[in-house]
């Protein structure tokens, strides 16, 4: 494991409000009754400290690294348990253990990312020996996965409200200027409309296809520079902006927006992660591409995008087909995109890799 990209990882989460959310406590509590033990914690493990975030049973908010138990635990990806850290080695010269609290059993199950990198631990403890039944192991094991997906799930919000005050910010920038090259713009403009329309009323002498041309030109350019105004003005593109920005970013969904006939508009990051292909490589082909040649026969991806047609959106688990020619089993869910009167002008296409279930 990279050390020090770990640390990087943990930097992320330490200052977010663990208070904020009941359901941490909620699980230290259920932790400890699961368990049948006094103390519970959700940890982070930073370089010299072991920060105790969340705590049913104890009232410390840190100690050491070096004596702390979450250290060995985030080397592995399974469950730690150590039914009697009196007699394990490595806690010979640990305080925990020979001076008070005398600590006994410890049960931690590392927080793993998604990335790969243990952050931290849910973790159980008692002053006397003790050993999990194969239930409480496998409980302890997913109420560990729940507590790093609340804490992704924290991260990518704040992370996502930190983008869209940037970009608000920056329309209130784009607001400015467009104001000030909309007088700059249009002073002049509105001088050479007014010289046209003295011409046409009579006070200059000019060649008409000269005015004619002059005259739709500088209509044009007018119309332009409307409708520059009015979009950078309106506030839908900051809209698109922050959902653009928020399925860019998902990296275990693969996100598709298709044309009405099938073909590939848009890709995100999860979409490359999964299937294979770069943004170059695959948008305005057919979706077609992703299936089996079984299941192209079958004409599936047809039938598919009719049942999202009539349905409204079409469901449907089995084999798809990476860029180097692999499979992986996918859920796949088709939405139809309907225009305000209500015609169909698209689909999304969210595709999740289950083939570490299947």
Same mark, same amino acid.
């Given at each position: 494991?990279?050390?020090?990209?770990?640390?990087?990882?943990?930097?992320?989460?330490?200052?977010? @409000?663990?208070?904020?959310?009941?359901?941490?406590?909620?699980?230290?509590?259920?932790?400890?009754? +699961?368990?049948?033990?006094?103390?519970?914690? /959700?940890?982070?493990? @930073?370089? @010299?400290?072991?920060? %105790?975030?969340?705590?049913?049973?104890?009232?410390?908010?840190?100690?050491?690294?070096?004596?702390?138990?979450?250290?060995?635990? *985030?080397?592995?990806?399974?469950?730690? /348990?150590?039914?009697?850290?009196? =007699?394990?080695?490595?806690?010979?010269?640990?305080? $925990?253990?020979?001076?008070?609290?005398?600590?006994?059993?410890?049960?931690?199950?590392?927080?793993?990312?998604?990335?790969?990198?243990?952050?931290?631990?849910?973790?159980?403890?008692?002053?006397?020996?003790?050993?999990?039944?194969?239930?409480?192991? =496998?409980?302890? =094991?997913?109420?560990?996965?729940?507590?790093?997906?609340?804490?992704?799930? &924290? +991260?990518?919000? =704040?992370?996502?409200?930190?983008?869209?005050?940037? %970009?608000?910010?920056?329309?209130?920038?784009?607001?400015?200027?467009?104001?000030?090259?909309?007088?700059?713009?249009?002073?002049?403009?509105?001088?050479?409309?007014? $010289?046209?329309?003295?011409?046409?009323?009579?006070?200059?002498?000019?060649?008409?296809?000269? $005015?004619?041309?002059?005259?739709?030109?500088?209509?044009?350019?007018?119309?332009? %520079?409307?409708?520059? *105004?009015?979009?950078?003005?309106?506030?839908?593109?900051?809209? +698109? $902006?922050?959902?653009?920005?928020?399925? &860019?970013?998902?990296?275990?969904?693969? *996100? +598709?927006?298709?044309?009405?006939?099938?073909?590939?508009?848009?890709?995100? #990051?999860?979409?490359?992660?999964?299937?294979?292909?770069?943004?170059?490589?695959?948008?305005?082909?057919?979706?077609?591409?992703?299936?089996?040649?079984?299941?192209?026969?079958?004409?599936?991806?047809?039938?598919?995008?009719?049942?999202?047609?009539?349905?409204?959106?079409?469901?449907?688990?089995? !084999?798809?087909?990476? #860029?180097?020619?692999?499979?992986? !089993?996918?859920?796949?869910? /088709?939405?139809?995109?309907?225009?305000?009167?209500?015609?169909?002008?698209?689909?999304?296409?969210?595709?999740?890799?289950?083939?570490?279930?299947?």
């Amino acid at each position: 494991m990279n050390e020090e990209k770990r640390l990087e990882e943990v930097q992320k989460f330490l200052h977010l @409000d663990f208070d904020r959310y009941e359901q941490f406590k909620a699980i230290t509590d259920f932790a400890s009754e +699961l368990c049948e033990v006094p103390i519970s914690l /959700i940890t982070l493990l @930073d370089k @010299d400290v072991n920060w %105790i975030k969340v705590a049913t049973g104890a009232d410390q908010f840190a100690s050491p690294r070096e004596f702390s138990f979450c250290q060995h635990s *985030i080397q592995q990806r399974d469950l730690l /348990i150590v039914p009697d850290a009196s =007699k394990d080695k490595r806690f010979n010269n640990n305080p $925990l253990v020979h001076d008070n609290p005398k600590l006994r059993f410890y049960a931690g199950a590392p927080l793993q990312l998604s990335n790969g990198y243990c952050i931290g631990t849910l973790c159980v403890f008692d002053v006397k020996p003790k050993e999990l039944t194969p239930a409480q192991q =496998k409980t302890l =094991k997913m109420l560990s996965a729940q507590v790093t997906l609340l804490l992704e799930l &924290e +991260l990518s919000q =704040k992370q996502l409200q930190a983008r869209i005050r940037e %970009i608000e910010a920056k329309n209130d920038s784009l607001r400015a200027i467009t104001q000030l090259q909309s007088h700059d713009i249009r002073h002049p403009l509105s001088m050479v409309l007014g $010289l046209v329309n003295m011409v046409k009323d009579g006070d200059y002498r000019v060649d008409t296809e000269w $005015l004619n041309m002059i005259s739709e030109a500088t209509g044009i350019l007018d119309g332009k %520079i409307q409708s520059i *105004i009015n979009e950078s003005m309106g506030n839908k593109d900051l809209k +698109l $902006l922050r959902y653009n920005k928020m399925v &860019e970013e998902i990296e275990d969904y693969a *996100i +598709l927006m298709l044309d009405k006939n099938g073909n590939i508009e848009n890709w995100n #990051k999860g979409a490359e992660k999964i299937k294979g292909y770069h943004p170059d490589e695959i948008v305005g082909k057919n979706f077609r591409i992703f299936y089996t040649q079984k299941d192209q026969d079958n004409q599936l991806p047809e039938r598919l995008l009719d049942i999202a047609r009539q349905a409204g959106a079409a469901r449907h688990e089995g !084999w798809r087909v990476r #860029k180097d020619g692999s499979t992986f !089993w996918a859920r796949v869910t /088709i939405t139809a995109i309907h225009d305000a009167p209500g015609e169909i002008i698209g689909f999304t296409k969210i595709t999740r890799d289950l083939s570490n279930n299947k």
